[in-house]
């Protein structure tokens, strides 16, 4: 049925647009083609993706509170809330993964709610990017995190560095 649309409309397919052009804000392409933004994510060309079962959202996080400062970010459909800070340590309790600590970034987050994380890297508004999105059972992200930029515009390298061997190791 999508694929009627998408001829009706003159689009191409999704997983051919993103072989072609895998740039673009996720949610919007979702909301273009009608699926999930993790259908989007999972449309990728593999090269741009690793997908890993949400149970080892603690081990990613944990590892991710290593990285020094990121980019925290929660995107619905009426707001992109972006926090940048250390990822503090966290632990259960009382049904959620509580994150405190001297940061700006802190809350509490339903872990069981994650069904998959993605590591993505794809170009993002004509520059290299990097994110760890964590997915909930209705394919739409719970947050993302980004690896930080310095001041010219330039992932930081030792977070790059640290994204890509997690995204390894998890693979």
């Known amino acids: ?48 993706r690793t997908l890993v079962d949400g149970a080892r959202f603690q081990d990613v996080m ?47 987050i339903r872990a069981e709610g994650c069904k998959t994380i993605a590591f993505v890297s794809r170009p993002f508004m004509g520059r290299e990017s990097r994110s760890v999105q964590f997915f909930s059972e209705d394919g739409e992200a719970m947050f993302k995190i980004f690896v930080r930029r310095d001041e010219a515009r330039n992932l930081i390298a030792d977070q790059v560095a640290r994204f890509d061997a997690l995204s390894r190791d998890l693979s």
């Open 1 to 48: 049925m999508a694929e009627l649309s998408e001829a009706a409309s003159g689009r191409p397919p999704l997983a051919e647009r993103l072989a072609r052009n895998a740039d673009g804000i996720l949610e919007q392409i979702a909301a273009e083609y009608g699926v999930s933004t993790l259908d989007v994510v999972r449309a990728l060309p593999e090269a741009h």
């Open 62 to 108: 944990t590892a991710i509170g290593d990285w020094g400062p990121i980019l925290f970010i929660v995107h619905t459909r009426h707001i992109v809330l972006e926090c940048e800070g250390v990822l503090p340590p966290g632990s259960f309790g009382r049904g959620y993964y509580n994150i405190h600590g001297d940061s700006p970034i802190g809350g509490h």
